[in-house]
């Protein structure tokens, strides 16, 4: 491959072969990441230069993915190095990589941002990276009640839901949106206020039960009975959500639902925090793409 750059003897980092992508899906599922199912491949689809790869004598050791969104924001994830190579330099090598291609692949001034463990905190800030707040994921088993008004998505045409979404993300996604909201097996639903659009949610199947996200809503009632119907759709099956801390209420409902917290990322931005309500994100999307 010519963009191929050494990072160690034997080692060299660059593009992700379409190949290789099964094998750090793998990974993620091994760390218990419990990705989407369609996650990654409509992740690829959108922008497979976001794949980067670091290969030992031709095989995949080490990748993470580096997504650009129109230019305007970037998002590090699927951050993994092979278990018998951890500690050997290996990752260190490979962000620093990343985060320097991503920032080539933006436009200038633009932000990046990740969800990182939070012991890995103190390098990421290293990094130029500085602590936003907390997203804390919650699970248990789906229980909920259908509520009448909500409408499918597809009744919803596209531009409506994205120029939603847009008031809520850091940048426009359009096209990574339009796959993620029609991937096989998923259940979403919208909410109208005197033909507004005012809250929208989806459930994907993951490698175990299912995820909510995006899951954003203008007011908590809202939320909740969107909630609520999601669960129903999927009664009686393990699901998770994400919540970023900062939006109590969200949190509140997850737990009166009957989740309970489970694991976290500290989300961290390079190059300033993008403005966002975060009072109304009520379930990120994906831990690995923002």
Do not use: K
């Amino acid at each position: 491959m010519n963009d191929e750059h050494e990072i160690g003897p034997g080692r060299l980092v660059g593009a992700m072969r379409a190949d290789e992508v099964a094998t750090l899906i793998e990974w993620a599922a091994q760390e218990s990441w419990n990705p989407g199912i369609a996650d990654v491949g409509i992740a690829w689809s959108v922008d497979p230069a976001a794949f980067i790869a670091v290969r030992e004598r031709g095989e995949l050791v080490a990748g993470g993915t580096i997504l650009s969104y129109d230019r305007a924001f970037g998002f590090m994830g699927l951050f993994i190095v092979r278990q018998d190579l951890r500690g050997a330099g290996v990752g260190t090598s490979l962000w620093q990589y990343r985060r320097d291609r991503l920032i080539g692949r933006l436009a200038p001034g633009a932000s990046i941002g990740m969800d990182g463990v939070f012991g890995m905190v103190p390098f990421y800030e290293r990094g130029g990276f500085v602590l936003a707040h907390r997203d804390l994921r919650l699970e248990g088993t789906a229980h909920g009640a259908r509520d009448p008004s909500v409408v499918t998505l597809g009744a919803v045409g596209f531009p409506v839901i994205d120029s939603f979404d847009q008031r809520h993300v850091a940048a426009p996604r359009s096209e990574f949106l339009r796959r993620w909201l029609e991937q096989p097996g998923a259940h979403g639903g919208a909410l109208f206020e005197d033909g507004r659009l005012v809250a929208y949610g989806m459930v994907r199947p993951c490698r175990v039960g299912y995820r909510f996200g995006p899951f954003l809503a203008e007011r908590a009632d809202l939320a909740e009975r969107l909630m609520g119907h999601l669960l129903a759709a999927i009664e009686g099956e393990q699901v998770q959500i994400d919540v970023p801390e900062p939006n109590e209420a969200g949190l509140g409902l997850a737990r009166e639902s009957g989740l309970v917290e489970s694991f976290g990322c500290a989300r961290m931005y390079l190059g300033g925090e993008p403005d966002i309500p975060l009072n109304r994100v009520f379930g990120v999307t994906s831990f690995e793409f923002g």
